[in-house]
């Protein structure tokens, strides 16, 4: 085995841990969902998370599903997103970035200029 870079765990370890976590944002049927805010902590949209968002058995990882887009309150830059449970705690913070596939300690938006009406849609959340 190469001597790891990075810290590694095996997928096992991986899925406890991402089923724990899991069960902070949503300990019941009701999903939490994801406040999009920008450098300056104002949040532009609040998007509600499916409550199908599963842990993957072979990785370990867990993949947040979000099953509409929202419309955003407020108009600027995304920076970081907000994974929040039903009565808005927040749990996790990831920074957010411009994209098309899913990116691994991000929140995936197909853009970060968010105008105020706009329907949003996140394209990937993964943890993991």
């Given at each position: 085995?190469?001597?790891?870079?990075?810290?590694?765990?095996?997928?096992?370890?991986?899925?406890?841990?991402?089923?724990?976590?899991k069960a902070t944002f949503q300990p019941d049927t009701t999903p939490g969902?994801?406040?999009?805010?920008?450098?300056?902590?104002?949040?532009?949209?609040?998007?509600?998370?499916?409550?199908?968002?599963?842990?993957?058995?072979?990785?370990?990882?867990?993949?947040?599903?979000?099953?509409?887009?929202?419309?955003?309150?407020?108009?600027?830059?995304?920076?970081?997103?907000?994974?929040?449970?039903?009565?808005?705690?927040?749990?996790?913070?990831?920074?957010?970035?411009?994209?098309?596939?899913?990116?691994?300690?991000?929140?995936?938006?197909?853009?970060?200029?968010?105008?105020?009406?706009?329907d949003i849609e996140i394209i990937a959340a993964s943890i993991g």
């Open positions: 085995m190469p001597v790891p870079s990075q810290p590694t765990f095996s997928v096992a370890a991986l899925t406890a841990a991402h089923n724990a976590f969902f994801i406040r999009i805010r920008d450098a300056s902590d104002n949040v532009l949209v609040q998007i509600t998370l499916s409550t199908t968002n599963l842990v993957d058995p072979a990785t370990g990882v867990l993949n947040l599903t979000m099953p509409q887009s929202d419309t955003a309150t407020a108009s600027g830059t995304a920076a970081y997103g907000e994974l929040c449970d039903s009565l808005g705690n927040p749990h996790l913070s990831l920074p957010a970035q411009a994209g098309t596939v899913p990116a691994a300690g991000a929140i995936v938006l197909s853009t970060l200029n968010i105008v105020s009406g706009a």
